[in-house]
């Protein structure tokens, strides 16, 4: 019986370099911070100025629909409206201290105060736009 070699397996190491390159290369383009429980305070409850925040899920195919547009608004608005993500399915307590019933729901806060709200899929970037500024009048 004729042993044959064991063809190279790709280094595990080079993946993984590779893998992690595309993962910050992608997060250098988000347009959109994501908050834990205790940013979400230092970000938007303390936070001066209009404050936008997604309560979504990675989970939810609308929140993945919604994705492109937001960061779309959040690149239009720059920093006259930071806007904010807030993954539902880990921070249980914020979705419960803001009654989050469905994602994605697009809270507006002002000083740390809700002054807006816009629940369920809205994928058109004008509808969207209109729902982040309006509480403010900024368009």
Partial sequence: ?????????????HFVTHRLSETTQSASRDAITSLNAAGFDARVLQGHGPIAVEFMSYSCA?????????????????????IFRVNVAV?????????????????MFSEGREVGRSE???????TVLEAVTAPFGLQ
């Fill in 1 to 13: 019986m004729e042993v044959l070699p064991t063809p190279a397996r790709p280094q595990r190491e």
């Fill in 62 to 82: 609308h929140c993945g629909a919604m994705e492109p547009v937001l960061q779309q608004v959040a690149e239009t608005l720059g920093s006259r409206e930071p």
């Fill in 91 to 107: 921070e249980l307590d914020l979705a419960s201290t803001y009654e989050i019933e469905g994602t994605p729901t697009l809270i």
């Fill in 120 to 126: 369920g899929p809205d994928p058109d970037a004008a």
